[in-house]
């Protein structure tokens, strides 16, 4: 008689970690081409205190800075479901990411863009699932693995 493997049960908190980080990669790649092909029409004068003239340096950063990071960080919650460890500390990442995005955002340009809160409130929501999952999969390991693992430190 042959057994199947079974496949790790990935939690809700997987799914929607994923969710987030593809929406944010594909709303920053949006953005990043919107910036770049001056679609959004923003205030040059905003660009000031910048080494950029143009929206164009602005628009690739978001892209490589906030959308391949977060496309990257879906992976592990996506297709690797024996790995919830990477997959919670991608998720970590990639909310300290869009934190740390806006915050430069707000020291650089010092202007105040309405997405700015939003994108704040979607960082902070990605680390508090990621937190929630990182609890979740402490708390489902059994004792014995944990102190085997924790003698090889």
Do not use: C, K
């Not at 809700?12 to 920053?28: D, H, K, M, S």
């Not at 081409?33 to 000031?48: A, D, F, K, R």
């Not at 994108?119 to 937190?131: R, S, T």
């Amino acid at each position: 008689m042959t057994t199947t493997p079974v496949r790790p049960r990935r939690a809700w908190q997987a799914w929607t970690l994923a969710a987030i980080q593809l929406f944010v990669a594909y709303q920053a790649v949006s953005g990043g081409i919107g910036l770049i092909s001056n679609t959004w029409e923003m205030p040059s004068q905003w660009l000031v205190r910048t080494p950029f003239t143009t929206w164009t340096g602005p628009g690739w950063i978001l892209i490589v800075l906030v959308a391949v990071p977060h496309l990257l960080a879906a992976i592990p919650a996506l297709a690797l479901p024996d790995r919830p460890r990477l997959g919670a500390l991608a998720g970590q990442l990639g909310g300290a990411s869009l934190l740390l995005w806006i915050a430069l955002q707000l020291v650089l340009l010092q202007q105040f863009y309405f997405l700015q809160p939003v994108i704040a409130f979607i960082g902070l929501v990605e680390l508090g699932i990621a937190w929630s999952w990182r609890r979740r999969i402490a708390g489902s390991e059994p004792i014995a693995a944990m102190s085997v693992a924790g003698s090889r430190s």
